[in-house]
Nanobody, 115 residues
Framework: QVQLVESGGGLVQAGGSLGLSCAASRSWFSFIAMGWYRQAPGKQRELVATITTGDSTNYAASVKGRFTISRDNAKNTVTLQMNSLKPEDTAVYYC?????????WGQGTQVTVSS
């Protein structure tokens, strides 16, 4: 069983920055892609950013230019650097890893952006 553990959430003022980190219990090279999703109260879970093992990245239009996803193979971690945060970025952020025929999810970490 794969475990994904997120860290780095918290409370920040609008315009500020936060970094989220996700540590996997096995090598990232065993996955097809890794990424971050988020879910705000009363809304569906939505994609934030993904990165493949070939380092191709994809971002939601709402975060492009403000968020950056990256990975550290040696530490089996994926990081989401969030800059210029807005109140609408407030959500629970989930780390995910895609294997062959299966998706793994972390427990989520709360990000709250105050106006």
């Amino acid at each position: 069983q794969v475990q994904l553990v997120e860290s780095g959430g918290g409370l920040v003022q609008a315009g500020g920055s936060l970094g989220l980190s996700c540590a996997a219990s096995r090598s990232w090279f065993s996955f097809i892609a890794m990424g971050w999703y988020r879910q705000a109260p009363g809304k569906q879970r939505e994609l934030v950013a993904t990165i493949t093992t070939g380092d191709s990245t994809n971002y939601a239009a709402s975060v492009k230019g403000r968020f950056t996803i990256s990975r550290d193979n040696a530490k089996n971690t994926v990081t989401l650097q969030m800059n210029s945060l807005k109140p609408e970025d407030t959500a629970v952020y989930y780390c995910t890893a895609r294997g062959i025929g299966v998706d793994y999810w972390g427990q989520g970490t709360q990000v709250t952006v105050s106006s």
